[in-house]
T-cell receptor
Framework: AAGVIQSPRHLIKEKRETATLKCYPI?????VYWYQQGPGQDPQFLIS???????DKGSIPDRFSAQQFSDYHSELNMSSLELGDSALYFC???????????FGSGTRLTVV | AQKVTQAQTEISVVEKEDVTLDCVYE???????LFWYKQPPSGELVFLIR??????QNEISGRYSWNFQKSTSSFNFTITASQVVDSAVYFC????????????FGSGTRLLVRP
């Protein structure tokens, strides 16, 4: 079965650079979620989209933005990167709420 | 406000021992979902189980079992006859209908199973 695809798997950026993470949800899933997991931490909700509209927002820095496109894939854009942005970034998708809630394998971002 | 508490930061057991991971949650919603995820050293989040708030039936899947008790707001996870491959961080999470179904995670329990 198709899973949630995230790219890239690993990304190394320098401070003050910009990074773009991509997420391809499971076909027909109507909701996409982004989470950030710092070292030794639990995943923290950043933002979600339902049918391409932003549906909820967590503690997402102003330097971060996200959108969902017409083909339902989503991108998380992070600018002016800081060392503290180094983390695992997960995307998840679901259908009608909690049905089929599925995580991607994550993107490991390292800021040097 | 919603909250998930996993009071056990780390647990160490010897292979073949049974181990129970505790999870206590707080919510004002009457409709919610509870999840358990396993995160091995490779980093991915492996889905283990999802239960909704209207289904208090305990569940068993192989060596894994879950005890959901609304009266104590707990959703505990037991591994029977633990194996070295069970070593990982385990997260309990809560999803509420009124909060766009985003997951609120507990802080996780690191399980080490020694040979």
């Amino acid at each position: 079965a198709a899973g949630v695809i995230q790219s890239p798997r690993h990304l190394i950026k320098e401070k003050r650079e910009t990074a773009t993470l991509k997420c391809y949800p499971i076909p027909r899933h109507d909701t996409v979620y982004w989470y950030q997991q710092g070292p030794g931490q639990d995943p923290q909700f950043l933002i979600s989209f339902y049918e391409k509209m932003q549906s909820d927002k967590g503690s997402i820095p102003d330097r971060f933005s996200a959108q969902q496109f017409s083909d339902y894939h989503s991108e998380l854009n992070m600018s002016s990167l800081e060392l503290g942005d180094s983390a695992l970034y997960f995307c998840a998708s679901s259908l009608q709420g909690a049905e089929g809630y599925t995580f991607g394998s994550g993107t490991r971002l390292t800021v040097v | 406000a919603q909250k998930v508490t996993q009071a056990q930061t780390e647990i160490s057991v010897v292979e073949k021992e049974d181990v129970t991971l505790d999870c206590v949650y707080e919510t004002r919603d009457t409709t919610y979902y509870l999840f358990w995820y396993k995160q091995p050293p490779s980093g991915e989040l492996v889905f283990l189980i999802r239960r909704n708030s209207f289904d208090e039936q305990n569940e068993i899947s192989g060596r894994y079992s879950w005890n959901f008790q609304k009266s104590t707001s707990s959703f505990n996870f037991t591994i029977t006859a633990s194996q070295v491959v069970d070593s990982a961080v385990y997260f309990c999470a809560l999803s509420e209908v009124d909060s766009s179904y985003k997951l609120i995670f507990g802080s996780g329990t690191r399980l080490l199973v020694r040979p």
